[in-house]
């Protein structure tokens, strides 16, 4: 009789009102008088159990629920979502501003916030935060000569239109995506366009994108808004992370090796996408359903089918919009006749008999050897080298005469057919104006050995325990189940409605995931920690939120008040009184919140490894403000089988070395010594947050390293004509006039060992190198 | 148990505090890793398979299709090496490790190896990090982070490169993934003007003397006091200050540690120090017994670079004869003179020399004269703390082609290896994106019958 009532039931819909109205009637004469469970916040689960079954164990007062009152019971309970926070509605609450809500916190700890940072600490702390850079001294003297009132909030205006802005917080972005310009792994070799995505993301934080915007853009900007360049490079997000070349070139089609490469390939995809813009780890359900949080192993092998249709390759596109739009149409055409194409090709590569195999086996031994031996070294072996090349072309030319008796003349006739197709589209292609090019995500491309364009998307399947050979059932695209939005591609979409669907999922007003974790991210890189210490995870193996409701409201806002402009988040946040708290220790209240979780203090925050670095330049006089373009290879560069990066010979004044530290070219498989010891972080891992270490290899780098004492002498030489050149160099290292002891005492430093060691010892300064 | 995970822990920890405490008692102190990039032969060196010399020249068939990373199966191809038996064991090896196979008898050579992948990079990282993807911390990064320091000097990992040039991946292959920077491995590139990068000022800066460096350092502890007095509370500000204690110690003791002056003639000889062929493998394995005697706890030596030509790695797909020949005439020697040499001074009772390759290669043929790669079985070997001598853990087939009695995956071995320091690989955790990682993922198991 259940069951079949359960059937109707499905159907139906329960209304909190409904739902409540029962509760009260059937449980509340019992329930509200005990600790049994509590009424103003069910368990849904729960309570369909204990009403469920042949002989309900509830109610205990009173005669079993009715049909209809069970159905509503099961509805709801069907329709719930998971308890864990992160996956309830948005609340809003009665707060309505960031120190409201942090102040009760304290209060009710007994806590007092604390007082308001000088002036000068104020304006270092904001410059850094917001451009990376410390400010000059003209920049401070003017911030501590502007009486009016609103000097703070002009302040931050100031900071937050200019273009410095854009670079800073663009470096946060590519830490969270874990951007590089190298593949990793064997044969890592350069990417040489994937900057045009770098100068993306500056240019939209710098525009003030809205955020849903900004996002939709990086998933599915080709689909979403074909016309525009713009758009179209903003997809070098999803190709932001390692590649195998060795897999997807060298490896022939059909073998593990390339289904697993394939496959780890979207996991890489899968759990950017997830956990930049959701802070949830689906890549957890790759081998088994998620452990700890409501993500079945179908839900991530059906992520991973929304990037089935694509690989990371250059991706042509064109400043004149009339071009890229020709460009694309041709394209278009070619993918077409591709996929026409490419099954008789198929047919050729693949013909096979056993003269074939023998033949070929004889071929590849030629060439190991000839590769082998290199440039000939002795008449013998230049006699050797002929003979195998002699061999090879022989065994070549037999191999095709043996192809064109195997394979039907009408497989070539059609394929010349198309070829022929091909001609004019190819021809129409070579005679637009030659295009720019972006690393991006990728469903068509020219093939490079065995790395050849989907066409299709390719099949995904559910694999147990991750395992390429154990594929079960297909996966369909789609998103997380548990947060029950619309996901509109359906069955067998195309490659571009499936990415299209999931920004639209992503950006979906109602997917509370995406809305907390960006103003968590944001919060994060302002105060050093964010709302959620564990920003890319709001599953129960990551941390509570420790303002909730602080949280949901700033998530609210960010949504609904602010419409997703990063700026508005930005001046919210620094103008409130919480972040202008003074970074002092206070014992008592150290007592109670010793890691300042409840920020009854600011953090003070050790200055990251482009801005050490920026900060050395702009204190010599050196910093080039030029953005944007090509990245500045601050290695010597030797392209070879793996390339080799040496940056020990890299000379600090060469061209292009005084660009902003975004602006560097970012080796995976070889980091830069001196950036890697300040903590930058390895491109091969998504990076929410980086940590901080401080070892001895680090104080070497800081005092040793060929760029600080470089910078120190070019800083040395800046400050040497003013009349007071040690107080010059202290303002322009820490944003200060020295007290009369120590201008005496560094005089007779200065007076012993000249200017350039001075700057060394500020760079290395505790007061250079962190920020109140 | 979740080490060090406070933030302020990790800053001080690694300048202030000594040898954190392992989770056992340890049978061993510390280890020297030798990697041979590129893929070095199983049934070329340990794995003696008398079916290759009856079948040799004849179409290799094992029964089902076989898979190769390049090529189509040539003909079973026999070792172009001799083999012997060794020790009171009676370990076949052949010619190639003649000197090494006179430690038989130290040696556990587990035969049943296989990998995750057959493409280098992947497969490299996994013999590394546990991982066939980048982004995650080394074995010695790991053992770092669970142990803590011995020495107040030098760095508690350290690698030492090929000379001719990085292997596949790069450092990555040593790095600390998302560990903390300070687990990742300090390179050094002895016989190179700086070995050490940044260890001392770098050269051509006229402003630099010696007095400037020394009056300067302290005119800097000066300014951080000053700094940190008015700035309770910050142990980061205090860890700063003792870095700068703690650099002028290693770059005091860094340059002692390669002075391989004072070693005597027959040291020398030992490792093979004046012999050309031998020379850089030799310094490097004494090299790393300095460091290991002082204090440091994982050194790595990689022979091989990257994949490229002219052929500079183990990855002979071309002509084995040559490369293989080479690359092990170069190591051979010195590898078993430290073992003799840590024998003699009775640091192998608590010193594991751990031998790895990222797979293995094939039984037949490629091409004439090479062999394309084999992740199905190969061998890794252990010898010194905590390792029972003369035994040959699990076996390849009659082939040397797949691990079929007791296959393991380097998670085994790296769970070995760190209960040997006294670490139990399912509680040496460190949470990341979600998931309380491991150095041995979801799996491993300490292999009982390697421990002596």
Redesign the interface.
């Known amino acids: 009789m259940r069951l079949l009532l359960a059937l109707f039931a499905a159907a139906t819909w329960a209304s909190e009102a409904e739902v409540q109205a029962i509760l009260r009637s059937r449980c509340a004469s019992c329930h509200a008088s005990t600790n049994h469970f509590a009424l103003d916040d069910p368990d849904p689960a729960k309570i369909l159990a204990a009403v469920s079954g042949p002989k309900p164990r509830m109610p205990k007062a009173g005669p079993p629920l009715t049909n209809g009152e069970w159905a509503v019971i099961e509805a709801w309970a069907r329709d719930a979502r998971p308890k864990w926070w992160s996956f309830q509605p948005l609340r809003t609450s009665a707060g309505h501003g960031i120190d409201e809500f942090v102040r009760g916190t304290l209060q009710a700890k007994g806590i007092a916030p604390s007082k308001e940072a000088d002036r000068r600490t104020l304006v270092r702390r904001l410059t850094f935060d917001l451009h990376g850079l410390p400010p000059t001294p003209a920049q401070i003297r003017a911030f501590l000569d502007d009486p009016a009132p609103g000097a703070y909030e002009r302040l931050v205006d100031r900071l937050l239109a200019a273009p410095q802005y854009g670079e800073r917080w663009a470096r946060h972005w590519l830490d969270v995506i874990?951007y590089g310009e190298s593949h990793?792994?064997?044969?890592?070799k350069p990417r040489l366009n994937a900057w045009p995505y770098r100068d993306y993301v500056i240019q939209s934080l710098n525009h003030d994108k809205p955020y849903a915007l900004f996002v939709k853009e990086q998933i599915a900007g080709d689909v979403l808004y074909p016309e525009s360049a713009e758009a179209k490079i903003a997809t070098g997000f999803l190709a932001a992370g390692?590649w195998?070349?060795?897999?997807h070139q060298?490896?022939k089609e059909g073998?593990?090796?390339k289904d697993?490469?394939r496959t780890?390939d979207r996991d890489?995809v899968v759990?950017q996408v997830m956990?930049t813009f959701t802070s949830v780890?689906a890549?957890?359900a790759r081998?088994h359903d998620h452990k700890?949080d409501p993500i079945p192993q179908k839900d991530y092998y059906n992520l991973q089918a929304v990037f089935a249709g694509i690989d990371r390759a250059d991706q042509p596109f064109d400043d004149d919009p009339a071009v890229y739009s020709r460009r694309r149409a041709l394209l278009a055409r070619k993918r077409e006749v591709q996929r026409r194409l490419q099954p008789l090709l198929d047919q050729v590569e693949r013909a096979s008999n056993p003269e074939i195999?023998a033949l070929?086996?004889s071929i590849?031994?030629?060439?190991?050897?000839i590769?082998?031996m290199?440039t000939p070294k002795t008449p013998a072996e230049a006699e050797e080298k002929a003979r195998l090349e002699a061999r090879r072309i022989a065994d070549r030319k037999r191999r095709e005469e043996i192809v064109n008796t195997l394979i039907g003349a009408e497989v070539f006739a059609g394929t010349d057919r198309i070829k022929a197709e091909m001609a004019p589209i190819d021809a129409a292609l070579a005679a637009l104006p030659a295009p720019r090019l972006v690393y991006a995500g990728a469903n068509f491309f020219q093939r490079a050995g065995n790395f050849r364009p989907p066409l299709e998307p390719r099949p995904v399947h559910v694999l147990a325990r991750g395992n390429v050979r154990a594929a079960g059932e297909p996966a369909q695209a789609g998103a997380l189940s548990v947060l029950r939005l619309p996901f509109s591609a359906s069955d067998g979409a195309s490659e571009g409605a499936r990415r299209g669907s999931l920004a639209e999922w992503i950006t979906h007003r109602e997917n509370v995931l995406t809305w907390r974790s960006v103003v968590n991210r944001v919060w994060q890189y302002h105060f050093g920690t964010g709302l959620v210490e564990?920003s890319?995870?709001f599953?129960r193996?990551?941390a509570k939120p420790s303002h909730p409701e602080l949280l949901d409201w700033l998530a609210l806002w960010f949504r609904d008040e602010a419409r997703g402009s990063l700026k508005q988040l930005h001046r919210l946040i620094v103008t409130s009184a919480t972040y202008r708290q003074s970074s002092?220790?206070r014992?008592e209240a150290?007592k109670i919140d010793a890691d300042n979780k409840l920020l009854w203090r600011m953090n003070?925050m050790?200055v990251d490894a482009e801005a050490v670095r920026d900060a050395m330049l702009l204190a010599a006089g050196k910093l080039d403000p030029a953005m944007g373009g090509p990245s500045v290879r601050m290695f010597l560069f030797k392209d070879?089988?793996?390339p080799?990066?040496d940056y020990?010979g890299f000379a600090p004044d060469s061209p292009g070395a005084y660009r902003r530290s975004i602006y560097r070219f970012i080796v995976?498989?070889?980091?830069d010594?001196?950036m890697?010891?300040l903590?930058c972080p390895?491109p091969?891992?998504?990076?929410?947050k980086r940590?901080?270490?401080?070892?001895?290899?680090?104080?070497?780098?800081l005092?040793?390293?060929?760029f600080v004492?470089?910078m120190?002498?070019h800083f040395?030489e800046r400050v040497q004509g003013a009349p007071q050149p040690i107080e010059l160099a202290y303002w322009h290292a820490l944003g200060r006039p020295p007290s009369p002891g120590?201008a005496n005492?560094?005089a007779a430093?200065v007076r012993?060992?000249?200017l350039?060691?001075?700057a060394?010892?500020l760079f290395?300064?505790?007061?250079f190198?962190?920020v109140? | 148990m979740r080490r060090r995970d406070l933030?302020f822990g990790?800053?001080l920890a690694?300048?202030l505090s000594l040898d954190a405490a392992p989770h056992h008692p340890p049978r061993a102190k510390r280890v020297i890793q030798f990697f041979m990039s590129g893929a070095a032969s199983q049934c070329d060196t340990f794995d003696y398979k008398p079916k290759l010399i009856q079948m040799a020249g004849r179409n290799w068939d094992p029964g089902e299709k076989v898979?190769l990373?390049?090529?189509?199966p040539?003909v079973v191809m026999p070792s172009p090496w001799a083999w012997k038996q060794y020790g009171q064991c009676g370990k076949w090896v052949s010619d190639l490790f003649r000197h090494t196979a006179g430690h038989a008898d130290e040696i556990a050579f587990i035969a049943s190896m296989q990998s995750k992948?057959?493409?280098?990079?992947?497969a490299?990282?996994m013999q590394n990090t546990g991982f066939?993807?980048?982004?995650f911390p080394s074995a010695g990064a790991w053992v770092s982070y669970g142990l803590g320091r011995l020495s107040e000097n030098l760095?508690e990992y350290v690698v030492l490169p090929d000379p001719r040039?990085?292997p596949?991946?790069?450092?990555?292959n040593w790095?600390s993934?998302?560990l903390?920077?300070?687990h990742?491995a300090?390179a050094i590139r002895a016989g190179t003007p700086?070995p050490i990068?940044?260890?001392?000022?770098?050269t051509?800066?006229a402003?630099?003397?010696p007095?400037?460096e020394k009056?300067?350092?302290g005119?800097?502890a000066?300014?951080?006091r000053?700094?940190?007095d008015s700035?309770?509370?910050?142990s980061?500000?205090e860890?700063?200050?003792a870095?700068?204690e703690?650099?002028a110690?290693?770059?005091f003791s860094a340059p002692e540690v390669l002075e391989l002056g004072g070693e005597s003639k027959a040291t020398r000889a030992l490792y093979g120090v004046d012999d050309e062929i031998t020379r850089d493998m030799g310094q490097r394995c004494l090299v790393g017994r300095r460091l290991l005697e002082r204090g440091v706890r994982f050194v790595q030596i990689w022979s091989g670079?990257?994949?490229?030509?002219?052929?500079r790695n183990w990855d002979s797909?071309?002509?084995l004869a040559k490369d293989h020949g080479e690359l092990a005439t170069a190591i051979d020697k010195p590898i078993a003179g430290l073992i003799a040499d840590l024998k003699a001074r009775g640091l192998l009772d608590d010193t594991i020399v751990f031998w790895t390759t990222e797979f293995g290669r094939m039984p037949c043929s490629?091409?004439?004269?090479?062999r394309d790669h084999n992740p199905f079985g190969f061998t890794s070997w252990l010898a010194g703390g905590g390792i029972r001598g003369g035994v040959t853990y699990g076996a390849t087939d009659e082939w040397s082609y797949k691990a079929i009695d007791k296959p393991v995956y380097c998670y085994d071995v790296h769970a070995t290896l760190l209960h040997l320091l006294g670490l139990d690989h399912t509680r040496l955790t460190y949470?990341h994106?979600?998931?309380?990682r491991r150095l041995t993922d979801?799996h491993g198991a300490v292999l009982p019958e390697i421990i002596g």
């Open positions: 874990h990793g792994y064997d044969k890592d390692p195998d070349f060795v897999g060298e490896l073998t593990f090796d697993n490469t780890l890489d759990a956990s780890t890549h957890c081998c700890f195999v070929d086996i590849q031994d030629a060439s190991l050897l590769t082998h290199g564990s890319n995870d599953g193996m990551g002092a220790h014992e150290a003070r050790r070879d089988h793996s080799v990066y020990a995976r498989s070889v980091p010594p001196f890697d010891r903590d390895d091969s891992i998504l990076t929410p940590s901080t270490t401080i070892t001895a290899i680090q104080a070497l780098a005092w040793n390293n060929a004492l470089r120190a002498e040395a120590e005492r560094h430093y012993e060992h000249g350039a060691n001075f060394r010892v290395n300064a505790n007061e190198l962190f109140d | 933030f990790t800053a690694h300048t898979e990373f390049q090529s189509n040539g992948s057959n493409i280098h990079g992947p490299t990282f066939i993807l980048p982004g760095p040039g990085m596949p991946n790069g450092p990555a790095g993934g998302f903390p920077a300070a990742q300090t700086a990068h940044d260890l001392h000022a770098a051509g800066y402003h630099v003397t007095a400037s009056a300067g350092l005119l800097l000066e300014m951080n000053a700094h940190l700035r309770a509370g910050d980061r500000l860890a700063r200050i870095s700068y703690m650099a110690r290693l770059q670079a990257d994949n490229g030509f002219p052929r797909h071309e002509n490629q091409g004439s004269k090479g949470r994106n979600g998931i309380d979801v």
